[in-house]
């Protein structure tokens, strides 16, 4: 079996993050994020990872850790369906296909014997939501197919609280209602269209749980489910700590001064951060220098950034270099602090 990873967006939320790191080489305690999906997979299936902005850095990564994974480059972005139907000729039967942005208890064996046992056409993956008003919920019968999705339903008329969560398992048949070379979205198009021809349809709910690691908000909060899990506080790698750090995680070779406060952040490596420093829910990238007695509130620093001593900042993204080329911000070429 092989599991299709879709690898090749911009990420552009996650921004200035991701002007120098792939969405999925985004660090999760200190592991790159696709790690915990590969790592979770059944023993014998094939990663075929669906890349385009920055992929040789999932092939260094993956080279330098033994990983086996055919990384496969679109010629330009295909979507999300145009993606899966690119790599076709690696795929020899009953498929998974994997957003590498989310992290979640879902338990793959499981959801591929339900496929089995419901002689499915495609799965999807549902996870329970409060606020369905945001999202696509479907429409489920109680054997489990789905009916149709509903696009953002008010509450009151929203027919359940389970959206797509993220990982599909499909028949290799599925791959023909996909346009070959086109940009094509596998939940607004294909999976509509599958579901009107009345191929079966089936979503699977499972428990623990599934964050979507598209935002700074939820990067943070992923970070603190996983340190939970492990009944870790913080991790720090082989960093320095002089001050006090909270549900964070900071990475390898940074310094963090005495009576510094690290509250809800992700550190990533060789970051020097001051003394009498207060940092709250804030994602530092790699090689930032943060003075002493600096606040930062809600803050996402680019990578090599600098903050001098005693600046205080909130809601902000500091990135004073050029955007890197191609990437799709209006901003392009300005340097932005915002
Ligand atoms: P934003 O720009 O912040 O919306 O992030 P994104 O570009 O990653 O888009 P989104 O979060 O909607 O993507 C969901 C998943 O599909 C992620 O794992 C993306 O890497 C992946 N993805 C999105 N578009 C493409 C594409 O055109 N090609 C490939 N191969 N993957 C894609």
Redesign the pocket.
């Known amino acids: 079996m092989q599991a299709v990873i879709?690898?090749?967006?911009?990420?552009?939320?996650?921004a200035p993050l991701t002007y120098t790191k792939a969405?999925?080489m985004l660090p999760l305690l200190n592991k790159p994020m696709i790690s915990y999906l590969i790592e979770a997979l059944p023993e014998g299936v094939e990663v075929i990872v669906?890349?385009?902005y920055k992929n040789e850095q999932l092939q260094k990564y993956f080279d330098e850790n033994g990983i086996n994974a055919i990384i496969v480059k679109?010629p330009k972005?295909?979507?999300?369906g145009?993606?899966v139907k690119n790599v076709e000729k690696y795929i020899n039967g009953t498929f998974l296909v994997l957003?590498?942005?989310i992290i979640s208890s879902l338990n793959f064996r499981k959801f591929i014997q339900y496929h089995m046992k419901k002689k499915a056409f495609v799965t999807i993956s549902l996870w329970p939501v409060k606020n369905v008003e945001e999202y696509g919920v479907v429409d489920l019968q109680k054997d489990g197919r789905i009916k149709k999705f509903v696009e953002k339903p008010p509450r009151h008329e929203a027919p359940s609280n389970l959206i797509n969560a993220g990982a599909y398992c499909m028949e290799l048949e599925s791959l023909d209602y996909i346009k070959p070379n086109s940009f094509v979205s596998m939940e607004m198009e294909v999976f509509p269209k599958i579901i009107e021809d009345g191929k079966p349809f089936y979503g699977y709910t499972f428990d623990g749980y599934w964050i979507d690691v598209?935002r700074h908000s939820s990067y943070i909060e992923a970070t603190k489910i996983l340190l939970k899990n492990k009944n870790k506080k913080y991790v720090a790698g082989d960093s320095k700590i002089e001050g006090k750090v909270k549900e964070s995680s900071i990475g390898d070779r940074c310094i963090i001064g005495k009576d510094s406060m690290i509250k809800s952040s992700i550190i990533y490596n060789d970051c020097v951060i001051g003394e009498n420093a207060v940092i709250e829910n804030c994602i530092i990238a790699d090689g930032c220098k943060i003075g002493n007695e600096v606040k930062l509130r809600n803050v996402v620093v680019g990578e090599g950034e600098e903050i001098k001593d005693g600046e205080e900042i909130e809601n902000e993204k500091i990135w004073t270099k050029p955007l890197p080329k191609g990437y799709p911000e209006k901003q392009i070429g300005n340097p932005v602090r915002r």
């Open positions: 879709l690898a090749g967006g911009f990420g552009t939320r996650l969405k999925p669906a890349a385009n679109e972005p295909l979507g999300t145009g993606a957003n590498s942005d598209g």
